[in-house]
């Protein structure tokens, strides 16, 4: 497939066509906080900035809190309605190379029972994506160390990289090929490609090197001293997962009301005493340190074993959002050395 080159006046007159055939889902800056939401307007886009979106784009595919049926008693018998759903094609535009790589991880996730979720796959069928290159990795930023994935996107129709007055679309499916085709483009000239290379190079060089993730999952200890560490300072907030565009830990409640009622299915994070509190009152992770250890062992070891994909894309959301300044990086740094400076 041959890349593009579009002006920012052709990218804006692209922008408008694809509003007007799909629903477009776009980081947009309220208040300080950067989200994907729908846009009607390009205008409202916040596309450039350091780093991915304060939030991750977890909550289109999976909401915080979500209605997985209703239901109505009428005697013995049990009338069953499921949740009526959008079912509108729709376009993910901006979303970084972090963000696609974790919906790669929650398909894996998500495949792996049976039957496969069908909310999170039926959002996930009606969903292109266009995303963009981070040409400036913010302060907490480590996706290169943890994969490939900054330069290797995956997940991803089109990847756009800015070039000051142009934005140079690598087209990555034949899906990207149709879709640029809504707008006008011209080819990529030597000139282009080079520009190109030289950003994702520079980009390249603010991000920390490759990890040797191998050799870190080697070293996991269950009785490390870190975990005292990080039990002591943790707040057990949750804000880290709720943030973590892989973190997918869900409860289930019932909300009755007379003879009808919902059943929900909302966030809900390994870090909260309640999650693994059972009937009876046991607790298989009855402190901090055993909850800070499930996090980090979840995605360092059990992930790459069960799917053969990292738990963590580096995006870094974490590190800038712990009130305690847990910061994950350094975790797994002291854990390969073998020691527990944290
Ligand atoms: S954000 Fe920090 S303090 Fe809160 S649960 Fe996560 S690691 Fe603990
Ligand atoms: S663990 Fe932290 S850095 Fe890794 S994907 Fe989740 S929020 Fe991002």
Known sequence: MNDRVLSREQLASWLETLSARFQVIAPVSEEGLTRFQPVSDPAQMALDGPG????????????????????????????????SEEDRARIVFGARACDAAALRYLDAVYANVQPADALYFSRRKRTRMVGLFCAEPSWSCFCAEVGDCLTQPVGMDIQLTGLGDRYYARVLTAEGEKLLGYGSSDPASKADEEAVGKAWSDAMALLPS????????????????VWEKLARKCLGCGVCAFQCPTCHCF????????REGSRFRI??????????LMGAGHNPRPSQKERARQRVFHKFQYSPERYGLSGCVGCGRCVAACPVHIDIRQVVREIAKGNSDV
């Not at 979500?66 to 949740?83: D, H, N």
């Not at 490759?210 to 001293?225: F, M, Q, S, T």
């Not at 409860?251 to 007379?258: A, F, L, T």
């Open 52 to 83: 991915p979106s304060s939030m991750s784009l977890r909550e289109h595919f999976t909401p915080p809190t979500e209605v997985l049926f209703r239901y109505t008693l009428s005697g013995a018998a049990v009338e069953i309605w499921p949740p």
């Open 251 to 258: 409860d289930i409640v019932d909300s009755p009301e007379g």
């Open 267 to 276: 966030w809900d994070t390994c870090q909260f005493e309640q999650f693994t």
């Open 210 to 225: 490759p990890a040797d993730l191998a050799g870190v999952n080697r070293r996991y200890e269950w009785e490390h001293p």
